[in-house]
């Protein structure tokens, strides 16, 4: 793989991607000085990458953009999908194929190598990206290290023995690291539903968020169903959840192996599972229910990161335009009597939702809130405001 010739910001190489099977890839530097190991993996999303690299569910992850031109309408304070920033949970590298250019657009606050740098996120440019998405598609995600030093010096035989050395995704439990250190309400307005659901002093609707890594835009859009919203740590446990009489309780999505944070997320959820409360779970939430339900989960080869993949919903027959994140998935074929596969992948047939007959709980594995359809999967918070309505009495609103 060759680097591409344009004018760089710098003029020399001063940043390697050092995959674990021993390829170097020089770069020019962008964002945070130093190193950081991770696995890479490819995002096809045109737009979003302030979300994207914010997202905690990229913790352990550095994200090679497809697109070619990012950066080109700067950063912003709003962008930004993790709860708690100065945690930098997210991303912990950027790989780009063009060089990041001034920012043009009337949001910009900082040009996006100045918020890489005081995001803590080393990035580089001048990537041939579509030589590195074939790699990854040809071998499945790699481990690698990303290294930015200014003087363009590098100990390159270290750095291959770093990529080497880490263990891996598989068997990381990331959430730990992401979550919330203790229990809080969202605080933030609400976004406004056409429906008008009213908002949490007049429905008196309370819905728990367990914070695997959740994302902002899913705790907007669960407190626009009229709910006042309390995000709890990961392993906070069943009790602490009940004690807080929620009328409706929420997975979130989150980083690392299911299966790791399943170890202690899996009991927990058993014993809401025993009570009737409407459960909802999203990408790391739904691999963590279908667990708890007794499937299983595994590695995907190259897993899903975009924003236009088509998911179809078994249940109306709909086909959605849906954001991914994912690098594992559930085995659609592990889930067990009384639990139905509501949702596909329309690229690969992978499992994308489940729901438990006869009972108010279901999740999916795609981003409802990140909106790429733009609003194709809102209908799954509306589902969710449902089920709580209905356990409370409440005539349905519709879905849509
Ligand atoms: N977005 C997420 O919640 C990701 C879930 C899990 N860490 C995975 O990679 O599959």
Redesign the pocket.
Known sequence: MATTSAPWSETKPTALLVLADGTVVEGMGLGASGKAVGEVCFNTALTGYQEILTDP?YAGQIVTFTFPHIGNVGANDEDIEDLHPAQRAGAVGAIFRADVTGPSNYRAGEHLDAWLKRRGIVALSGMDTRALTTLLREKGAANAVIAHAPDGQFDIETLKAEARAWSGLVGLDLAKQVTSGQSSTWKETPWVWDEGFGTADETGMHIVAVDYGVKRNILRLLASLGAEVTVVPATSTAEDILAMKPDGIFLS????D?AATGEYAVPMIRELLKHDIPIFGI??GH?MLALALGARTVKMHQ?HHGANHPVKDHTTGKVEIVSM????AVDGKSLPDGVEETHVSLFDGSNCGIALKGRPVFSVQHHPEASPGPQDSHYLFRRFANLIRERRGEPALAER
């Open positions: 569910s999505n989150g980083p690392g299911p990408c790391l691999q897993g994140n994912h690098g594992f």
